[in-house]
DNA sequence: CCACTATAGTTGTACGTACAAGTTGTATGA
DNA sequence: TCATACAACTTGTACGTACAACTATAGTGG
């Protein structure tokens, strides 16, 4: 037999353990004595001694010099249980970032738990480094608004990785198509439609389009911007729209904007749809330098409802991004995930569109 | 004797951590064997074997049946060592906060520390909970703004528990009198001072200024305020001092303004020295309401150099905020108080004059 | 009623023996 | 030269004894 290899102190650890299992021995209760265990086991108090010791190390006992031993809640887990869940961001100060993650704060720390901050700055070494330096220590689990998602992951492997150590994760505004995790995020490609589709019930024809292309939301929300143009039947040219990657958000927008405004008058666009607020204030900037009304001579509809959309100079027309909601909902969540075990499936968002100044209506002038 | 109460084994066990210290035992060496310890130390192999499970089970030394018993690294200290650091400002999404939790996130980042984000909503009662929920799981260092300083700190206790838990502990923008720590904060009177000198030098003679009475960096900059007045021989009208606490900000300020500015035009403000450049926006909504032009009619100066100061219709005339710097060198100096015990100085940071458009020079009129 | 004592029962410390199991180096033999 | 066997050593398992230290309780005496 290959019993008689398996030492008797480890067979009667796992005897005890099967005690807790199947509810035969529950937290706080007292375990027979080490000579009443040996004599029922048929083995020296010694041997019962070396399996308690074990047992008491890892945490299943407790014993009290002159009082007994005694059965410990299943694993010490609650006690130990860390409760920090840390949230990966692209970037951290800028924009509407620091909504989501004051959501998410409140959330949490409702729920007792601590929240790890991290940035990449939209850089795949950087994500990296943030992923080893977070799991490096325990986690309960993580929030990660992923980088560059339109490219590749190079990062796969550590992804993974979170799965395998067994800590959950979902993202927020998009996912890597290689991972089967939750999502959160903005119906985009509806709010590229909404925001079109308002420029165009206003009369405007020559809609220009500024997006990001090197992360999803640019993408789809480009997406909804051509659609709505096919649903009124309005053609894009394809000079007026213009895609940008993340290097180049600083310079090359603005440059062909004023391009394209500085062209023939019925050449010109009469508004642009621009990827976010922070573009569109951007833009409006590169109007008023030619000397451009706004919204009279060029009208503006930017996304995400930021404070920059009420603080600019024209109150900004734009859609809205539920933002600190987001950020709570991602949390509630991901504890729900932690705690109980769930999977919860995708939350989209509808984005809302906030009429302000920047977009005049062509028609009445008609 | 004391010593005979002692049990041989932690005897036993004290000489031999003793070794690790002393250098006698290097990581790989092989530890002399149970029986060679027994005899040597005149104890019996088995109570050398409880010292060494003990050992092994805390990771002093490694055991390899038929082969000996092996030192390993000391102490693995190193690996286990807790690397975290909290953060808690006040709010967490507003204004400069993100700025500054950026810069010391990156800091931290680069150095191997990860960063708990906590915000107080300037409210003393989260102050504690985020205290406490901080400091309960391992933590290496906590950078504090503090909330509502001007007013007294029923969390002192909290505080000191701090101290004696041995975790290193710095403020930013302003400290609690009672407390004894480094602080990095702006010069707030010398930016009151060379906000309201800027508008004096420029002619004007009947500045409003609004400040906020519940933190020391209001009462500060209302203080270089008044002694610029004092240097250039100019009375304050006590009239033109508008002072507020945090729950009256969103609407005190506010109406006031709009009560100034439609007094007769004789005793109306020339120009306004703002809090911080979210309320001198504000602000500049009133007169805009009153159809008074910027900076024609009404002048104003902000404080913080922050993003609404370029964003805003005027470009805002503001003074400087270390913000990202300020963040960065509290984790640095942080970093230095865990690592080398040092205890770093105050840190003063001059704010700078920040010339854009919402100041008219009177004088030119002249 | 309270304080004290004795006692039984618990775990902790300490020693002892015996043999099993694994590692290493040496001696032996083909 | 190489493979094998063996001896000597290590740690692992298992049992045994004895007493110390601590806890709870029942009984005793004031």
């Known amino acids: 037999m290959n019993n008689r290899r398996i030492p008797k102190y480890i067979l009667l650890k796992n005897e005890l353990l099967s005690w807790f299992e199947s509810g035969k021995l529950k937290p706080g209760q007292q375990v027979p004595s080490e000579n009443e265990i040996a004599e029922q086991f048929g083995l020296s108090r010694q041997t019962v001694r070396q399996t308690f010791s074990e047992l008491e190390k890892e945490g299943w006992l407790e014993r009290i010099q002159g009082k007994g031993t005694f059965a410990r809640f299943p694993g010490r887990r609650e006690s130990e249980l860390v409760k920090t869940i840390g949230i990966m961001t692209t970037y951290i100060s800028d924009y509407i970032f620091p909504h989501i993650v004051r959501g998410a ?55 993974l990785e979170l799965q395998e150590k067994g800590i959950p994760y979902l993202m927020i505004n998009e996912k890597y198509r290689e991972l089967e995790c939750p999502l959160l995020r903005v119906d985009d490609e509806l709010g590229g439609y909404k925001a079109a589709d308002h420029l165009l019930a206003n009369g405007h024809s020559r809609i220009a ?118 950020g709570r909902d991602a949390a509630s969540q991901l504890i729900a995930m932690i705690e109980e075990g769930l999977a919860p499936g995708d939350t989209l968002y509808e984005p809302e569109l906030v009429e302000r100044d920047s977009v005049v209506n062509l028609n009445v002038n008609v």
Chains 1, 2 share one sequence.
Do not use: W
């Not at 991290?118 to 220590?137: G, P, V």
């Not at 958000?249 to 621009?274: I, M, W, Y």
């Not at 509809?301 to 600190?324: E, I, N, Q, W, Y």
């Open 209 to 326: 389009g500024f997006f990001k292309r090197d992360d999803l939301q640019g993408v789809n929300r480009l997406k909804g911007f051509l659609a709505a143009h096919k649903a009124r039947g309005v053609a894009v040219a394809p000079k007026r729209v213009v895609t940008y990657t993340t290097e180049q958000k600083n310079d090359l927008p603005f440059r062909q904007a004023l391009q394209l405004l500085s062209g023939a008058a019925e050449e010109r666009p009469t508004a642009f749809v621009c990827y976010n607020d922070e573009l569109a204030v951007s833009l409006m900037g590169a109007a008023l330098q030619l000397g451009l009304r706004v919204p009279e001579d060029v009208s503006f509809v930017g996304f995400d409802d930021s404070m920059l959309a009420s603080a600019s100079g024209t109150k900004l027309t734009t859609l809205t991004h539920p933002k600190t909601a987001m």
């Open 105 to 159: 704060e409140a959330e949490l720390r409702s729920r007792g738990y601590r929240l790890l901050l991290s940035s990449t700055d939209n850089n795949k070494d950087k994500e990296m480094e943030s992923l080893k330096l977070m799991t490096s220590q325990p986690l309960s689990g993580l929030i990660i608004e992923p980088t560059k998602s339109a490219e590749g992951n190079p990062n796969l492997g550590y992804y």
